[in-house]
């Protein structure tokens, strides 16, 4: 009996060492890396159509959004999670970081010390990013006002805090495919900004009980993590808006009816505003085509 249980216990053992093997954290290749470099202008436009700033401002924080000290809680089923300082600075944010380092966080989900990011950052979008923009964006973000401002740490309890069970989550639920066909250049333009920077799904698509979103149900709507109302579903059986409607609301954040966006979806409109206006007409001709 003694034996049985020895050998349940080494296979127990084995089985739990493999999975963790083959799901541990993966860093991006370098040499992916080494022959790009950034673009600051283009970078400043990958930060506001991928809407940093919105989780790694300071909660409340009106003045200067390029300041990124973090600070900022999300509530969510697995516990709250706070957002970290991802200045340049050297000691409390990622000043010391690599163009690799920064890839790996933003695509992979890995950190420099080889470890998993909970979801709560959402590089199940990011990781559709190219390699241009990656760079970019990081040429933009090396520009930016340091905030000596310690991290915070999440409140999340057993087991969800343990960064290795997102392993086989990240099996699951990360991948490159895109959700949307996309045919035309203005249609693929507007996937790209969705699917790969705007992270709109992120809060328009409901989750699954693993917190996978389910891509089945791509923007119908879904309860609001804060657990404060529902946020609505934007495809056509949803909203019967015209594209120039969409467009002109992520612009400005009025509604046909002359109402202005509330919650979260205005730190969105912040972001977007600042987008050219062709971006913004992509979006809204990728929000039409949603079925
Ligand atoms: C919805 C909120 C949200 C958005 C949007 C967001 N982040 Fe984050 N980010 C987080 C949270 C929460 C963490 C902490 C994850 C963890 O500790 O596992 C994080 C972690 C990070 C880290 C790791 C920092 C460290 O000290 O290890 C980097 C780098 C980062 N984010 C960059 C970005 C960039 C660049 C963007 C925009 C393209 C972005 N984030 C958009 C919430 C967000
Ligand atoms: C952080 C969560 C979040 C993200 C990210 C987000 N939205 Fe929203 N969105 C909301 C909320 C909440 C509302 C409801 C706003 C209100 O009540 O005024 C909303 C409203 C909308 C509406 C108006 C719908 C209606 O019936 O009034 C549209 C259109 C929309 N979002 C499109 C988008 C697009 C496109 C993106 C990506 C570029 C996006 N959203 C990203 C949370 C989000």
């Given at each position: 009996m003694l034996r049985l249980l020895t050998l349940l216990f080494c296979v127990g053992l084995v089985v739990a060492g493999s999975v963790l093997w083959f799901t541990r954290a993966e860093p991006v290749a370098p040499e992916r890396f080494t022959a790009l470099s950034g673009d600051v202008v283009h970078g400043e436009q990958v930060f506001y159509a991928g809407g940093c700033a919105s989780c790694h401002q300071a909660e409340g924080q009106t003045?200067?959004?390029?300041?990124?000290?973090?600070?900022?809680?999300?509530?969510?089923?697995?516990?709250?999670?706070?957002?970290?300082?991802?200045?340049?600075?050297?000691?409390?944010?990622?000043?010391?970081?690599?163009?690799?380092?920064?890839?790996?966080?933003?695509?992979?989900?890995?950190?420099?010390?080889?470890?998993?990011?909970?979801?709560?950052?959402?590089y199940t979008t990011y990781t559709r990013m190219t390699d241009q923009d990656v760079a970019d964006l990081w040429a933009f973000m090396q520009t930016l006002p340091s905030a000596d401002v310690e991290s915070q740490p999440h409140d999340v309890g057993f087991p969800f805090n343990i960064r290795a069970s997102l392993g086989p989550w990240k099996k699951l639920f990360l991948n490159t495919d895109w959700v949307q066909p996309a045919t035309t250049p203005e249609?693929?333009?507007?996937?790209?900004?969705?699917?790969?920077?705007?992270?709109?799904?992120?809060?328009?698509?409901?989750?699954?009980?693993?917190?996978?979103?389910?891509?089945?149900?791509?923007?119908?709507?879904?309860?609001?993590?804060?657990?404060?109302?529902?946020?609505?579903?934007?495809?056509?059986?949803h909203l019967d808006w015209s594209p120039e409607d969409i467009a002109y609301y992520l612009e400005t954040g009025f509604t046909p009816d002359f109402d202005s966006a509330g919650g979260e979806m205005a730190n969105v409109i912040e972001n977007m505003s600042k987008l050219p206006p062709e971006d913004r007409a992509a979006i809204a001709a990728y929000v039409k085509a949603l079925n």
């Open positions: 003045d200067d959004p390029t300041r990124l000290p973090g600070g900022q809680r999300f509530v969510t089923q697995f516990g709250t999670f706070v957002a970290p300082n991802i200045s340049p600075d050297p000691i409390f944010g990622i000043g010391e970081w690599s163009l690799t380092d920064f890839a790996s966080a933003v695509l992979n989900g890995t950190s420099p010390e080889g470890r998993h990011y909970f979801p709560a950052f959402p249609a693929e333009r507007g996937r790209y900004l969705v699917e790969a920077l705007g992270h709109c799904s992120e809060c328009h698509t409901p989750r699954n009980l693993l917190g996978g979103l389910q891509t089945a149900n791509w923007m119908s709507g879904a309860p609001n993590p804060s657990g404060k109302g529902r946020i609505p579903g934007v495809t056509p059986a």
